[in-house]
């Protein structure tokens, strides 16, 4: 004990001596990431994904680590060569499911004894035990008719050897995100684990479970007594004008392999309905919805479901939070949940019988949650701009935080980082704007430091106190730059009605909150260089630079990435269609006023600024085309214009050699431009 008390103290004085640098690339993609986290069901173990990525492989690789709930015993249950994931914890505590080459494995908590469970063709995801440990739910995706592996084997060995590779298609939503969806669909399986039988439980069923869109991490789970199933679908024929996900019941009584198995529709909303977890007393079912059909980002509202009277009340009502993930309490009294919050997603209370709300945590943005079985301790991930996640603990009652993991602690002890600080400053119609600002590292209050403008996509979401691998606020701060990302109309964390306000108006007030915001910075900040300023944002951020390009001369140099440039155009090649036709209220021969109002194509004659163009081939949200058309026009403009595209990313950049270009361009063209 005295040999590692020396050495504990011994590391901590050489971190502290080490001389501080700032955040570099490399830093930056070195760092390791905590993904899912789950609860050992005696409360005493946290299993966990790790991932780390490899510059030479150009790829990550996902471990599975254990540690004790009070930060103790820190080790690898699982990390070969190949990804490990989606650590389970069997009820009885004794195993761990995962997922191992695409199949579910057990073995027990020091590793041993693994048992292959699955053998799939179309391999297997999302493990979800049954309380007597006999049952697991998995999804795969497989062709919508096929009853058994082989009849998917089959299929798949004939495609493979076509020598034609065309493709027909009679329907929406052909391609979603980065692929191409081609005839499988996502089903629910039921899987028994002495027999190793596998059933599909939406067997002849098109629509996927869970959705393609809109739905949460936790849309199918067993019920307390094992007897009947809930799961989230969206049943609509064009999925691609639809975000009616909807929850569904099953029962296990039910279920016949290689037949269809009946279902009951709980849930009554037209807008989407996910996330149905059973409370654990097993009388109701609580779930988020959203009331309006075909908007993502209407409030997401905690809905309870009466098992026995088949009645529906919202818990959430009179409380303006938009609920995201949520646990129930042991005694099913309480349920804890996370909401934005400003720039945190803080962690609340709410009385299930009187809606009371309590807020336990405002600060960090929170994710993972979960509750130990005595229902006095919370465990989640935080992350904030200077600290990547790790896994904290938390009492119910809002008291004791504690860090359980301290993963990156190495690294960050030599980078010099400082914390976010927000200011307000007047938008459109006098409405309160919030921004984040981050100074450059080894910040000196004398000098005049560059500053760069970040505009965020969406655009219903929000910048946050988080650490970010793609737009990390301290990357772009760590070549002497002030940094300043500024939450306009349709940020989320202020209220339905400040999201709600960006639909049908793209370039009004949401360019106003950001204009003032910009102006606000300059003036009163001493330290900004109002002469040297930089604008860049990634989708809806994306649009609103190509916006700016042609309503204002303010900035040295623009960085557009996948940004939407001709709005019709935009409709026309994009997947999730209501996405569009609700922000532009219809469709292009509906309503081509409001297209053609809210184009930065109809503006760019008015451009001067030097931009810098960045597209992905694999884009389906936002199709290559925008920037091949902003690209042509800058150029023919005479407009100092850079094109960076790549042919084999999608809407964001993952690959590490590809991601290094990135901020090596970016960061080039900031410089390049300074006055």
Not at 32 to 60: C, W
Request: hydrophobic fraction near 35%; include cysteine; charge should be negative.
């Amino acid at each position: 004990m005295k040999i590692f008390s020396f050495t504990f103290v011994l590391l901590s004085i050489m971190l502290m001596a080490q001389p501080k640098h700032p955040l570099t690339f490399e830093d930056l993609w070195a760092m390791k990431r905590i993904g899912k986290v789950q609860l050992s069901p005696d409360g005493n173990t946290i299993a966990f994904n790790v991932t780390t990525y490899s510059f030479d492989e150009n790829k990550g690789n996902t471990d599975i680590y254990l540690v004790d709930a009070d930060g103790k015993n820190f080790h690898p249950f699982k990390n070969s060569v190949k990804n490990e994931t989606n650590p389970k914890f069997s009820p009885d505590g004794e195993k761990i499911a995962y997922v191992f080459d695409s199949q579910i494995w057990t073995a027990n908590l020091d590793g041993s004894n693994e048992q292959k469970l699955t053998d799939l063709s179309t391999g297997t995801s999302g493990i979800i035990w049954s309380n007597n440990g006999k049952k697991i739910l998995f999804i795969s995706s497989v062709y919508p008719d096929c009853a058994t592996d082989d009849c998917n084997k089959s299929k798949d060995k004939q495609k493979e050897e076509s020598k034609v590779k065309a493709s027909i298609f009679t329907e929406l939503m052909y391609r979603h995100w980065d692929e191409w969806r081609g005839e499988k669909r996502s089903h629910l399986f039921l899987l028994d684990v002495t027999s190793k039988e596998v059933v599909d439980l939406t067997l002849n069923s098109k629509s996927d479970v869970p959705p393609i869109a809109l739905g949460s991490d936790n849309d199918y789970s067993f019920s307390p007594d094992g007897n009947e199933i809930v799961f989230t679908m969206n049943p609509d024929k064009v999925v691609a004008t639809s975000t009616n996900n909807d929850i569904f019941i099953l029962k296990i009584k039910d279920v016949e392999k290689e037949k269809p198995t009946p279902f009951k529709k709980i849930s009554e909303s037209k807008g989407n309905d996910c996330q149905p977890v059973y409370s654990p007393d097993g009388n109701f079912i609580a779930y988020t919805s959203m009331e309006r059909a075909g908007y993502e980002a209407d409030k997401s509202r905690l809905m309870l479901y009466d098992l026995t009277t088949g009645t529906t009340k919202i818990l959430t009502n009179k409380i303006d939070l938009s609920v995201s993930e949520f646990v129930w309490s042991p005694d099913a009294k309480t349920i804890y949940f996370l909401a934005e919050n400003e720039v945190y997603n803080s962690i609340y209370k709410l009385e299930v019988a009187t809606s009371k709300l309590s807020l336990l945590k405002k600060e960090g943005d929170n994710a993972n949650l979960l509750l130990s079985t005595d229902g006095k301790k919370l465990f989640f991930k935080q992350q904030r701009t200077n600290l990547p996640y790790e896994i904290f603990s938390l009492s119910t009652e809002g008291k004791d935080l504690q860090q359980i993991t301290f993963t990156n602690q190495e690294r960050l002890a030599s980078i010099e980082m400082n914390p976010l600080e927000t200011f307000w400053s007047k938008g459109a119609n006098n409405t309160k704007v919030q921004s984040i600002l981050v100074k450059p590292p080894f910040f000196d209050a004398k000098k005049k430091y560059p500053m760069i403008f970040l505009i965020h996509g969406g655009p219903q979401g929000h910048w946050s106190d988080d650490f970010h691998y793609r737009w990390n606020l301290q990357m772009f701060a760590s070549k002497g730059y002030v940094v300043v990302a500024t939450n306009p109309r349709g940020s989320t964390g202020y209220g339905q009605k400040f999201v709600d306000e960006i639909s049908g108006d793209w370039g009004g007030k949401p360019y106003v909150d950001l204009m003032n915001a910009y102006d606000y910075a300059v003036k009163n900040f001493s330290f900004i260089d109002g002469k040297n300023t930089f604008a860049a944002g990634a989708s809806y951020g994306g649009y609103m630079i190509n916006w700016i390009a042609g309503h204002t001369d303010r900035f040295n140099a623009l960085v557009s990435h996948d940004g939407m440039y001709n709005a019709e155009s935009a409709w026309g090649t994009t997947e999730e269609l209501w996405f569009n036709e609700w922000e532009f209220k219809g469709a292009p021969f509906q309503n081509r006023k409001l297209y053609e109002k809210f184009s930065p194509s109809r503006f760019i004659q008015n451009c001067k600024t030097p931009m810098l163009v960045i597209h992905s081939a694999n884009d389906f949200r936002l199709s290559e085309e925008q920037a091949f058309q902003l690209f042509t026009a800058l150029q023919r403009l005479g407009v100092e214009s850079k094109f960076l595209y790549f042919p084999d990313e999608s809407h964001w950049v993952t690959k590490p050699q590809n991601a290094k270009l990135w901020w090596n361009t970016v960061l080039d063209w900031f410089e390049n431009h300074k006055k």
